[in-house]
């Protein structure tokens, strides 16, 4: 059973930047399509950003043009890159894997990302 672990959040003023990554536990972890979640206090868990096991990339239309999301298969890890970071972008995420057919799926345990000045 693949683990995940998030890592790189924390406080940042608004118009700053932060990385996030997500290291899977084993090299399985290259088969597995990946994704961004985030949940802002009160809200829906909502899809931020995923990436297949081929390298394809879809993002929510929010934050189009300032997020990123790559992975390295070679370092078991996916990355977020958050840039132009506004006080909406407040929450905790989350990375999930998930076997192309989707009988399997694993969740990290969430990184608080907060954005205030």
């Known amino acids: 059973q693949v683990q995940l672990v998030e890592s790189g959040g924390g406080l940042v003023q608004p118009g700053g930047s932060l990385r996030l990554s997500c290291a899977a536990s084993?090299?399985?972890?290259?088969?597995?399509?990946m994704g961004w979640y985030r949940q802002a206090p009160g809200k829906q868990r909502e899809l931020v950003a995923t990436i297949t096991n081929g390298g394809t990339t879809n993002y929510v239309d929010s934050v189009k043009g300032r997020f990123t999301i790559s992975r390295d298969n070679a370092k078991n890890t996916v990355y977020l890159q958050m840039n132009s970071l506004k006080p909406e972008d407040t929450a905790v995420y989350y990375c999930?894997?998930?076997?192309?057919?989707?009988?399997?799926?694993?969740w990290g345990q969430g990184t608080l990302v907060t954005v205030s000045s």
């Open positions: 999930r894997g998930a076997t192309p057919a989707g009988h399997l799926e694993v």
């Open positions: 084993t090299s399985i972890f290259r088969i597995y399509n």
